[in-house]
């Protein structure tokens, strides 16, 4: 049973708080900005991701605050001076990047408090944290106010202008080495992800290719009480149905013939061991194999 919520009829502090619970992990812009004295600022934003290459550009949004309606001092300097640095944050930083969110007095330096090292930028004027893997320099193009009430979004729209990235961190092809970098991820309430160990798995990407779809799997598979719809999903990303040939070796299978020669199994018994056999096949990187096996008593 589902509970149906009408954001208009909730206070905004409560709907807040189902948007972090539930929009998440939400990549972090660790933002650093300046105002039009020289005064350095850093704060973390969680309403954040990139969505070009072309121009290559960034959005968050650094929001008025829902208690008292005021505007953050990164969204202040960005007036005043319209360039942001957005460094990356891993776990090694985090706690630091949590002490920057602190409210602390306008002018205040979170690098400073937070004890970070600010690096020079080569193009625009806020400082980098040298502390960061991976800082983006950005102009900022545009900035879209959606409301002008407590919790209303901000975007700042951005123009990357400089990428700097730790060669550590970096593949023998000059990509972002993705179990090395150890990113983190914002959930709700004082909750974070880390993206590191067992929480990283891959998924194939089917775009350059044909894929049979759940919905041209047998129905014995597709209405399986087993198997799981990642399984149903990884078997349906398979580009084509099984031939004869590899019918012909599921047959002869030495798993699949020691399920069908124990004679005590009901039909139903035999077939949930079979499913049970695909999730193996699939757990192993066995697609068309565990396909087959489907195919051969569907």
């Not at 929009?23 to 020289?38: E, H, L, Y």
């Not at 007036?79 to 630091?96: D, G």
């Not at 409301?147 to 990509?175: K, Q």
Request: aromatic residues 8%.
């Amino acid at each position: 049973m589902f509970k149906t919520i009408n954001p208009a009829d909730i206070p905004h502090a409560m709907l807040h708080k189902l948007m972090l619970g539930a929009i998440a992990p939400r990549p972090i812009a660790f933002a650093s900005t300046i105002d039009s004295r020289g005064r350095q600022n850093l704060a973390p934003f969680s309403f954040f991701n990139a969505f070009g290459v072309n121009p290559a550009t960034i959005i968050f949004s650094p929001s008025r605050r829902g208690r008292d309606n005021t505007t953050k001092d990164t969204f202040n300097n960005i007036r005043e001076i319209p360039e942001v640095v957005i460094n990356a944050v891993t776990y090694s930083m985090v706690e630091q990047v949590s002490l920057a969110s602190t409210e602390f007095p306008a002018g205040v330096s979170e690098f400073e408090k937070s004890g970070f090292t600010p690096m020079a930028s080569e193009v625009v004027r806020p400082f980098r944290v040298k502390e960061s893997p991976v800082q983006w320099e950005c102009k900022v193009r545009n900035v879209i106010e959606t409301g002008n009430g407590g919790g209303a979004a901000n975007l700042v729209i951005c123009d990357v202008v400089r990428l700097h990235a730790d060669e550590r961190f970096l593949t023998s092809d000059g990509l972002i080495n993705t179990r090395m970098i150890d990113l983190v991820g914002r959930m709700g309430g004082n909750y974070y992800v880390r993206a590191n160990g067992q929480a990283l798995f891959e998924v194939e990407k089917p775009l350059d290719k044909p894929a049979l779809g759940i919905d041209g799997l047998p129905a014995s598979l597709r209405l399986s009480p087993v198997l799981t719809g990642n399984e149903l999903g990884k078997l349906g990303s398979v580009e084509s149905a099984p031939g004869p040939d590899e019918l012909l070796q599921a047959s002869a299978n030495t798993d699949v013939k020691a399920i069908l020669e124990t004679e005590i199994l009901t039909a139903d018994a035999r077939l949930e061991k079979l499913h049970l056999l695909i999730r193996r096949y699939l757990a192993d990187g066995r697609k068309r194999e565990a396909l087959a096996v489907g195919y051969l008593f569907s």
